[in-house]
């Protein structure tokens, strides 16, 4: 642990230059008094480092000393590809193994492309996480992450309804969805997916199982994210919609349902409007969906989605009358 902050410590001088104590001691969360401890515990290693006294001072390498330890051990590497969501790696255990291999990184590039990188991780900020989204507790996180890493077996307690079921599953993958994890695993010789918020309980049991050498984690959830968002897809309706109003479907309806909407729609007729088929959860979804259209909309079939938006503008039209 101790060497592991030394190293810290060193490419930190390395990289930035003179710093105070304090700067120092909240980058590697621990005491000034621990800082000075560790400044002397490198000097004494031969390491050229020296403190500057007064306002201006602080710590610092000698000039022109830099030291030959950037490259980067397995963990590291795997957390410079997730560089680009640092709440990601934290959730993962890999926080402080990131922020060492970027360090690494940044103490191997020459000084012009180090300030270019610096001025990148200051001006570029990835927040991924969708608005009013609360993210997920998920306390098995790390049991899971621990299980995925070895290729073990995993029992877990998942929450479905009002009940938990067993599964015992191989973890493949996990996916950050806006904000969200999900578990990608073999169970009962299919692949699934689990929230991972949603398992209770999680066990690793020691044992290992065979990951599939072909299988493609982005491919797969790119396959499984479609599928699910079209399953959903469950009732539809034909529609006239006016043709320069079609994108506005986009606020109320699935990216899935938009795309086949705007697939369907025929040619513009003479009042410039067109007939689509557009696809919801339910109708009710659908209703609300193409309220924000307006008057710029209009449901052809089914006669019951057309009586549940009659209805809406009639009370929508006595209330604003009153």
Excluded at 142 to 171: F, N
Excluded at 230 to 235: E, G, S
Excluded at 281 to 297: D, R
Aim: with cysteine; hydrophobic share 45%; aromatic share 6%.
């Amino acid at each position: 642990m101790r060497a592991s902050r030394l190293l810290r410590l060193l490419l930190l001088l390395q990289t930035r230059g003179r710093c105070t104590a304090s700067q120092l001691a909240a980058e590697l969360e621990v005491s000034v008094r621990t800082v000075y401890r560790d400044v002397d515990a490198l000097s004494a290693a031969g390491v050229p480092v020296y403190t500057e006294p007064g306002r201006a001072g602080g710590i610092r390498l000698l000039d022109g000393y830099r030291t030959r330890i950037t490259g980067l051990n397995p963990d590291e590497a795997d957390a410079v590809l997730l560089a680009g969501q640092p709440g990601a790696a934290a959730d993962l255990g890999l926080g402080t193994v990131l922020a060492t291999a970027q360090l690494k990184v940044l103490a191997a590039l020459p000084p012009e492309l180090r300030g270019r990188a610096t001025r990148i991780a200051e001006r570029v900020h990835v927040d991924a996480a969708g608005w009013f989204h609360r993210p997920d507790r998920t306390p098995a996180l790390a049991v899971v992450t621990e299980a995925l890493w070895a290729d073990r077996l995993l029992e877990i307690g998942y929450e479905r309804g009002d009940a938990v079921v067993r599964r015992r599953v191989g973890p493949l993958g996990l996916v950050l969805k806006a904000g969200t994890w999900y578990l990608v695993a073999l169970a009962g010789g299919s692949v699934r997916s689990y929230r991972v918020g949603r398992i209770a309980e999680a066990h690793d049991t020691g044992e290992t199982f065979t990951r599939p050498g072909d299988f493609d984690l982005a491919a797969h959830w790119e396959r499984a994210a479609d599928e699910f968002a079209r399953a959903m897809l469950r009732v539809t309706a034909r529609c006239r919609i006016d043709a320069g109003r079609l994108s506005l479907l986009r606020l109320g309806f699935e990216p899935a349902a938009v795309a086949d909407a705007v697939a369907s729609a025929g040619e513009p007729d003479a009042e410039g409007w067109v007939r689509v088929t557009v696809a919801a959860e339910s109708y009710e979804v659908m209703a609300h969906g193409l309220l924000p259209l307006g008057a710029h909309a209009e449901v052809l079939e089914p006669a019951e989605l057309r009586a549940v938006m009659a209805e809406t503008a009639v009370a929508m039209a006595r209330r604003y009358a009153e």
